[in-house]
């Protein structure tokens, strides 16, 4: 829709004052919020309003929270990936850290961590910028700069508060990344996020904030780096891969998947999928969604890939030594880490996702 450049004042003056904003401000950004009811379904809105040179630019993010599920098991997660991270729940201590770029499900995935372990014993306190999704059975602290609650100071309160687990929106400095670290030290389970690449390199990003080597190896317990793919929708149709598609595949999930039947379903099992098929030389069935109202251009909805791993004593000693994320990523996979991109083929084969998506979000490099 194209509308003419008269209506841009009214249009934007009318969604700051659904989000109680400031109309007559023009000069700095400003960030807001309001929900609307559509079809039965609450929608939260997420206003961001930023001046440019022919005006303002406004950014609406929708969030259907009757859509999103919190379970770990349909955001995607599966096999070792599921059991490494419920493994990191059932201590009492230590740090669990996510990681990935602006978008990638983090804060969802921060969520689904929160809903595992809530209980009415349980004392949960967070902090946030913004509190994405209102939760029953948690204190949810939203950080706000102007009057100086920042995440550092924030958590600093939080710590205060007899809190059994603790979860920082975003480690985003020295001085917030020490504090988690220490929150984790002294008893409290810690759940956080960074911005990296991949999950590996979550642990080389605390060395450059200045954080000690020590720390981080006896606090850190799980990472998990993560993108989002678009599923494939209600209608879908079968077709044989391309010989490109077929090696890339075989690539991804070397020495993951067997050769042979006979060990085939133990391997799936393990991975978290009923049945997958054989690492052979000729093409693999994959899935596409087909192009209608309800899944345009084939898909409804997203899933997550994931790579996760637990620090082990060696990625310990790694850490240590100061290692690169290349050498930290290359050990989790010896001990048995499923790559974001190998995640992504077995989605692919479990049809649930394409082989286009997959490459868009998890490139090999990143992989």
């Known amino acids: 829709m194209n509308l003419p ?39 939260d809105l997420r ?91 948690i204190n949810q602290i939203q950080v706000n700069a102007d009057v100086g609650l920042t995440f550092s100071g924030g958590l600093r ?15 985003r400095d020295k001085e917030t990344a020490e504090l988690a670290v220490q929150a984790s030290l002294t008893g409290h389970l810690v759940f956080s996020t960074l911005h990296t690449n991949s999950a590996a390199g979550i642990l080389p990003r605390l060395l450059d904030m200045g954080v000690e080597p020590f720390l981080i190896a006896s606090t850190v317990h799980v990472v998990i780096g993560q993108r989002l793919v678009r599923r494939i929708g209600n209608s879908s149709e079968q077709y044989q891969s391309s010989a490109v598609e077929t090696v890339a595949i075989k690539e991804a999930l070397k020495g993951l998947l067997p050769p042979d039947a006979e060990h085939m379903a133990a391997v799936a099992q393990d991975l978290g999928y009923e049945s997958l098929p054989l690492a052979t030389d000729s093409a693999y069935t994959l899935t596409k969604g087909k192009d209608s109202p309800g899944s345009p251009g084939g898909y409804k909805g997203r899933m997550g890939l994931y790579e996760v791993f637990e620090v082990s004593e060696t990625i310990q000693q790694l850490i ?44 090999a490099d990143s992989a």
């Open 157 to 171: 309160s939080i710590l205060r508060q007899d809190p059994d687990i603790v979860m920082v929106g975003e480690i």
């Open 5 to 43: 450049k008269s209506t841009e004042p009214p249009l934007v003056s009318r969604i700051k004052i659904l989000s109680n904003l400031k109309i007559d401000e023009h000069r700095v950004p400003q960030d807001g919020e309001f929900t609307i009811s559509v079809g039965g379904k609450d929608i």
């Open 47 to 137: 206003i961001s309003i930023s001046p440019v040179i022919w005006g303002e630019q406004v950014v609406i993010r929708l969030l259907d929270k009757s859509g999103t599920s919190l379970k770990l098991e349909d955001m995607g997660y599966h096999g070792r990936s599921l059991r490494t991270i419920r493994n990191g729940l059932e201590r009492t201590n230590g740090m669990i850290l996510t990681s990935g770029p602006t978008g990638s499900g983090k804060s969802t995935s921060l969520y689904a961590l929160l809903q595992e372990v809530k209980n009415d014993g349980v004392n949960i306190v967070t902090l946030e910028d913004p509190v994405e999704y209102k939760m029953d059975g």
């Open 320 to 363: 240590l030594k100061r290692a690169t994320s290349s050498e930290i990523q290359a050990q989790a996979e010896r001990e048995g880490m499923v790559t974001m991109r190998a995640d992504g083929f077995l989605k692919a084969l479990a049809g649930q996702t394409t082989v286009q998506e997959i490459n868009r979000v998890a490139s």
